[in-house]
């Protein structure tokens, strides 16, 4: 029938007249049958949608719309009997229902208006409903594939970043390369938190502040590898002689680092498994949370059992500012080698702190919205293969070239630097956001830094832990207003790198 339908319309008077509604009509019957196979396709998923399409209101009256003038329209009913089975796998049965697909050809404007209003909004509110009454469970099967493809460009990533003609500081490309310890090493406490306790990893706070302690570490040591190796080329241009850190040419003292702080966080989820901890049982004790008889207010909401403690809210903020600071010392890093390419990796950077965000919105919301779940694996997904990208660039403006020859568009990557590096780096010394922490802070030593680094990210976190609670948001679980803070955020962070690269005097807001 869809195929009888575009047959005429392109054959039609109508079409040779220039009269281009026919291209609208045949588009909203072929969005139909869009609509009702996608309908089928997320009901074998989840148990929210309708199962039979003959039930659902806005594609009763389209079907009314056709029939109402016999003169000018005929019906064509055909049966699809559906003859996918789930596999035994498959959570969710599904009814093995005839499904009536209705579609004819018409020419009225009466159609049109019902598809184009009811319909698609009945299935945006379908959809949206699905989103919010997803289990834990299926977030986690939707999720599991991005996470699984992102690997590979990360990998990818790894490889571009480390190619010798780049000159990458040893360090650095050790902190990006320590992301996979926390990959894998996730993996294990996952599949504990699910075995012992039946729960996902985010929802046993000692487990989740273990796990998530590697990425912080990830983090740090890459931002501590970056700072060394900008002091040392900022003397240098400065005519101050002084020697090359180690961790510039040697891949030996952050890997020590990683070694250290590694081992003490395997302790910090050893102990406690070692002494029968609960589900609950806080990290680190929850050593940092003030007791609820020591709190001088009552709050308008308890504190759910799977909130974070204050140590692991520490844990998830500094690995976000971490991150920020690094993605500055990458733009600074463009300015001091003259390789603007360097600024790329800074935008390509950007969907994996988005993917940050999202994971702090989804414990701000108690995780009690499924669906974030998902969405940070695919935001991973796209910023590894953006970072992926923005290292492939810096590779190749830095004269190493691949195997298998040239790649139309990805090899455009031409030095467009208008040789006012220095200038551009002196003006953009202002203060703009936590990504300028590193120059904020350039006269402390590593210690002082990292000390006053994670000051700062304890005190966001009692304002976040003790401050939420006093909101009714956190409890309602409205995923629209989940994504505001997550996207507000993101689309800021972005302009205001847009802003820089168009106008270095640009201040920022904060």
């Known amino acids: 029938l869809l195929a009888e339908s575009i047959e005429k319309n392109l054959t039609s008077p109508e079409l040779q007249s220039n009269d281009f509604r026919v291209f609208r009509k045949a588009a909203l019957l072929v969005s139909t049958v869009i609509f009702i196979q996608c309908n089928n396709f997320v009901s074998a998923f989840t148990p929210h949608f309708p199962r039979d399409i003959n039930n659902n209101p806005s594609v009763a009256k389209f079907a009314s719309a056709f029939a109402g003038n016999s003169e000018k329209r005929r019906l064509r009913s055909t049966s699809i009997h559906q003859k996918w089975k789930p596999s035994p796998t498959c959570r969710h049965s599904m009814r093995m229902d005839d499904v009536s697909l209705l579609a004819t050809l018409d020419y009225s404007d009466t159609a049109i208006t019902a598809i184009d209003n009811s319909l698609i909004i009945s299935f945006l509110n379908q959809l949206n409903e699905s989103l919010l009454k997803m289990d834990q469970d299926s977030a986690e099967t939707l999720a599991g594939p991005f996470f699984g493809l992102s690997l590979f460009p990360y990998l990818a990533f790894l490889f571009f970043l480390q190619v010798p003609q780049n000159n990458t500081p040893k360090g650095v490309t050790v902190g990006f390369a320590t ?115 020591a709190l001088p207010w009552s709050a308008s909401h308890p504190e759910p059992e799977n909130a974070l403690t204050i140590a692991c809210w520490i844990i998830h903020i500094t690995s976000l500012v971490e991150f920020l600071v690094a993605m500055g010392f990458c733009w600074r890093y463009a300015d001091i080698t003259g390789n603007p390419k360097w600024k790329g990796l800074t935008w390509g950077l950007l969907p994996l702190h988005s993917s940050g965000i999202t994971a702090c919105t989804y414990h701000l919301f108690y995780n009690s919205i499924p669906v974030l779940v998902p969405l940070q694996a695919m935001l991973t997904c796209i910023g590894n293969t953006t970072a992926m990208f923005a290292a492939y660039r810096i590779a190749k403006s830095n004269g190493w070239s691949t195997p298998w020859g040239n790649i139309p568009y990805l090899d455009d990557v031409g030095m467009n630097d208008d040789g006012n590096s220095d200038k551009l780096r002196r003006e953009s010394q202002s203060l703009v956001g936590f990504e300028d922490l590193g120059d904020a802070l350039a006269a402390d030593n590593d210690y002082t830094f990292i000390v006053k680094l994670f000051a700062g990210c304890a005190f966001a976190s009692y304002i976040i832990k003790y401050g939420e609670v006093w909101f009714d948001f956190p409890f309602e679980a409205e995923l629209y207003v989940a994504l505001a803070f997550i996207f507000l955020p993101s689309i800021l962070n972005a302009f205001k790198w847009y802003k820089r690269s168009q106008d270095p005097t640009f201040e920022g807001w904060f």
């Not at 599949?191 to 912080?216: Q, R």
Request: glycine share 8%; with cysteine; proline share 6%.
């Open 179 to 293: 992301c996979l310890l926390f990959v894998f090493l996730t993996i294990p406490a996952a599949i504990a938190a699910k075995i012992w306790y039946g729960v996902s990893l985010a929802d046993s706070d000692w487990l989740h502040g273990s796990a998530e302690s590697l990425l912080t570490i990830t983090n740090l040591v890459t931002v501590v590898a970056f700072r060394q190796a900008l002091s040392f080329e900022e003397q240098e241009r400065n005519g101050i002689r002084g020697s090359v850190p180690e961790s510039v040419l040697s891949y030996a003292p952050m890997t020590k680092l990683v070694g250290g702080l590694t081992a003490v966080a395997f302790l910090t989820a050893l102990l406690p498994g070692l002494v029968g901890a609960e589900v609950h049982t806080p990290y680190l004790g929850g050593i940092l949370d003030i007791p609820p008889r």
